[in-house]
Structures are given as structure tokens and as C-alpha cells.
């Protein structure tokens, strides 16, 4: 019997969708968003969660799993812009290579402040600040980067702070919040239509979600002993996110879309 693949990133903001995944006639396949798509598109993956510019990008030929998302209403804290200077000023951003939604939502955001800086893709973390104005930063890395800047971890995460001296951490999706009021939808489950995923496969992804979200401490357990992090911001920044899919979320990627010249007309999974 063939075994299915499935695509995921090795992000800890996905870890409660497959950390609980039965093992039943399917293996993951890791790899950055901008590997993932390619990889969905070619049929090396049958399903992946894929990047929501990609999937809006990519409609004609991808299918859409209907209740599932990795979406936040409000701060993200793992798409971050790290700066000097204010926004206004930037001149030279370098940007991940691993996403190409956080790229969009920053040119977007920026575009619409009437800010047009060179963009460079460039890998590396806050030493590019010797070189450029500001650097974007996604998913473990941006986290463990913001982590790093911490000399405590406060009580309450509304102490977090945003400012390390010279240094500012802008976060995307807040940004977003305070243009749209809607969530941003960093990704989505998405197939190639000619070849939907087993229904089983869907169910156990179902499962394995309920139980990643009653039992978060545990994934945030889990995932700070990976990245090296204090277990209550990881806790902390788990459950920020929204994993279901739900019309808020539509609405936010519907907005994304419309924003960026597109549309968003899915076609669901029938399951």
C-alpha cells in the first residue's frame, strides 16, 4: 500500500494540528512554507498546509480543507519586523525566504504607509541590522529571536514589551488588526483537486486537532524543549491561535485577497 505524505511545517504554531496524528497509512513531510507549496503543486505532498498567499495565488488547481486554519486575531508574535529607525524611514528590508504571505503582508502594510524600501531575500537574523534597516523574521525563528531579546519573562504577557533599546519588534499581524479588525490567516490545509485526501486521513486530522488543543500544555511542553524556550510563552503563544477556519477567519483572508488584487472563491473539501 502506497503511503500517503503529508506536508508540514516544522513550525511550534503547527504542532498542535499533528502532534496527537494517529500514524494509519501516512508519514509528515517537514519543510519551510515556500518548500511546501512547491511540493503540493508537484505531488510530492498530498495535503500540506501551505502558505494563504500561495493557496490564493494557486485556486485554479488547489482544494481547500474547510474547517481548518493557522490564524491569529491580533498579535502573532513569530511574524516580526525588527527595525531601527522608524517605519517611515526604512530604506533596505531584508526578508525570509521561507514565507511568501509574511512578505506580501509586509509589502502591503508598508505600501499603504506610503513606505517603498528596497527588499532583499536574505537568510540570517539580527546581525543583517549592521546592513539593513530592518529584517523580517517568521515562525521559530522570529520567536526565538524575540525570546532572546528578553532579559525576563514578564507575568503577564500584555508586559511584553516591543522595544530593546535601538531595536523594535513590529508585529505583522497586529498591524493587520489595526487596519482590518479581522484575523490574518497565515495558512490553510490545501490539495491538488484532481487528487483530495482520503477521508480517514481528514477525520484523524480532526481527532488529532481536539486533542492538541485540550492538551496544549503538553504540545507547549514539548515545543519549548525543542526551541530552548520558557514553557508559558510557548503556552502563551499557542493558544493566540485560531485553528478552525471560522467565518472571522474567511472574512480576514477575503480581505487579504481583495487587498492584494485577488479573489477568494475556494472550493472545499466535500468531507
Known amino acids: 500500500m502506497m503511503v500517503y505524505s503529508l506536508g508540514v511545517p516544522l513550525y511550534a504554531n503547527t504542532a498542535p494540528l499533528y502532534h496527537f496524528l494517529e500514524a494509519n497509512g501516512w508519514i509528515l513531510r517537514y519543510g519551510v512554507p515556500s518548500e511546501l507549496n512547491r511540493m503540493v503543486l508537484s505531488g510530492e505532498v498530498g495535503l500540506s498546509l501551505v502558505s494563504s498567499y500561495f493557496y490564493l495565488a494557486h485556486q485554479e488547481e488547489l482544494g481547500l ?12 508574535y513569530s511574524v516580526n519586523l525588527f527595525h531601527k529607525g522608524r517605519l517611515a524611514d526604512l530604506r533596505r528590508i531584508a526578508l525570509t525566504t521561507e514565507s511568501a504571505t509574511s512578505v506580501e503582508l509586509l509589502k502591503l502594510l508598508l505600501r499603504e504607509r506610503g513606505v517603498f524600501p528596497q527588499y532583499e531575500n536574505r537568510e540570517g537574523g539580527l546581525e ?22 528578553l532579559d525576563r519573562f514578564p507575568e503577564t504577557p500584555h508586559a511584553l514589551p516591543t522595544r530593546f533599546g535601538e531595536v523594535e519588534v513590529v508585529d505583522l499581524s497586529m498591524l493587520w488588526f489595526e ?18 485526501p482520503p477521508l480517514e486521513l481528514v477525520r484523524a486530522l480532526r481527532r488529532a486537532r481536539r486533542q492538541g488543543l485540550a492538551r496544549l500544555g503538553e504540545v507547549a511542553a514539548a515545543e519549548a ?7 508559558a510563552l510557548v503556552e502563551h503563544y499557542l493558544w ?32
Request: proline share 8%; no cysteine; aromatic share 14%.
Open 65 to 76: 480543507l474547510p474547517d481548518f486554519s493557522v490564524a491569529v486575531l491580533g498579535r502573532v
Open 128 to 149: 543583517l541590522l549592521d546592513e539593513y534597516d530592518g529584517v523580517l523574521l517568521i515562525g521559530d525563528k522570529a520567536i526565538r529571536t524575540y525570546a532572546s531579546l
Open 179 to 196: 487596519r482590518t479588525h479581522l484575523p490574518f490567516v497565515f495558512a490553510v490545509w490545501a490539495y491538488r483537486k484532481a487528487n483530495p
Open 225 to 231: 524543549r525543542r526551541l530552548g524556550l520558557h514553557p
Open 240 to 271: 493566540n491561535f485560531r485553528y478552525h477556519l471560522e467565518e472571522p477567519d474567511r472574512l480576514g483572508l477575503q480581505a487579504f485577497a481583495q487587498a492584494l488584487g485577488l479573489t477568494f472563491s475556494p472550493s472545499y473539501y466535500p468531507g
